[in-house]
């Protein structure tokens, strides 16, 4: 049966038995049907059956911008959308001025990372030397391969001038350190990220939470998107993109840091 590539992985739990039970009875998803999908949905109730509604029309609207199907099946289905509390985006103005108020490069870089790739504090103390490749022009994160904007790998090559000459000897393995542990092997705490942007009047959070905001504006709400650019589970994909309206066509052009100045 044609799927998406990774789409059983990007989707989860809600779309696992539905996929199941077609793939007994049909070779092709250009099959399935909006009955076919009802009934699917009949025995679910509750917050179960609008995941599962959520991630239906997530797939087969994103099949149809691919040309992979000429119908969309679940456009008819009825149900109120998921509304979580509104995930708001940070304001423009004070997004633009971020890497200004901030001097030295790893601080810069720390809001980059949050800001333009979503990391959270956690994801961005366990990066290592070895997770940077500025040839191929690529940042391991999460087990995720991510390709790095100008932006960033700019910031990324002046950190890394600035870590040499601070600690030359250092055997941390650990991309950002600090006083604190540039004698040793471990990694910086959440503290030191979190430091990082104090003063600025929003946190490390604020900054992933705007980036996954945009990208669900940018992608027309398509949760499959943000799961495969940013790893993010389907709950927390659905909850970014259930206020923003069906998925649309999807882009394949890198991510873009458009407001956080230069």
């Given at each position: 049966?044609?799927?998406t590539?990774g ?5 989860g ?6 996929l ?11 099959q ?5 999908l009802a009934?699917?949905l ?8 609008l995941?599962?509604?959520?991630a ?8 149809k911008?691919?040309?992979?199907l000429f ?5 008819r289905?009825t149900?109120r959308r998921i509304?979580p ?5 940070l304001d423009d ?11 030295d490069p790893?601080?810069?870089?720390i809001?980059?990372?949050?800001g ?11 990066l290592t ?7 191929a022009g690529?940042?391991?994160?999460g ?6 904007d100008?932006?960033?790998a ?5 950190w890394?001038?600035?870590r040499?000459?601070r600690?030359?000897?250092t ?7 600090n006083r604190?542990?540039?004698g040793?092997?471990?990694?910086v ?5 979190h430091?990082?942007v104090?003063g600025?009047?929003?946190?490390a ?5 705007g980036?996954?905001h945009?990208e669900a504006q ?5 949760p499959?998107?943000l799961?495969h650019?940013?790893g993010?589970?389907d709950p ?14 999807n882009r394949?052009?890198?991510m873009?840091p458009?407001?956080l100045g230069?």
């Amino acid at each position: 049966m044609t799927q998406t590539p990774g789409s059983r992985a990007a989707l989860g739990q809600p779309l696992l038995a539905p996929l199941a039970s077609w793939a007994a009875g049909y070779e092709s998803l250009r099959q399935v049907t909006t009955d076919d999908l009802a009934a699917q949905l009949a025995p679910l109730t509750g917050v179960t059956r609008l995941l599962t509604l959520s991630a239906m029309r997530s797939l087969f609207s994103t099949l149809k911008a691919r040309r992979m199907l000429f119908t969309k099946p679940a456009a008819r289905l009825t149900g109120r959308r998921i509304q979580p509390p509104p995930v708001l985006p940070l304001d423009d103005g004070l997004r633009a001025g971020l890497l200004g108020q901030r001097h030295d490069p790893a601080e810069r870089l720390i809001v980059l990372l949050a800001g333009v790739h979503a990391l959270r504090p956690a994801d961005i103390c366990a990066l290592t030397l070895d997770d940077v490749n500025l040839a191929a022009g690529t940042l391991l994160a999460g087990g995720r391969v991510r390709p790095l904007d100008r932006l960033t790998a700019g910031h990324l090559r002046t950190w890394l001038q600035a870590r040499h000459a601070r600690w030359p000897a250092t055997a941390n393995p650990h991309l950002l350190i600090n006083r604190s542990t540039g004698g040793g092997l471990q990694p910086v705490n959440r503290g030191y990220i979190h430091a990082a942007v104090h003063g600025l009047g929003i946190t490390a959070q604020n900054l992933r939470a705007g980036r996954l905001h945009d990208e669900a504006q940018t992608s027309g709400g398509d949760p499959l998107r943000l799961a495969h650019l940013f790893g993010l589970s389907d709950p927390t994909a659905i909850r970014y993109c259930a206020e923003i309206g069906p998925p649309g066509q999807n882009r394949d052009d890198e991510m873009a840091p458009r407001t956080l100045g230069r």
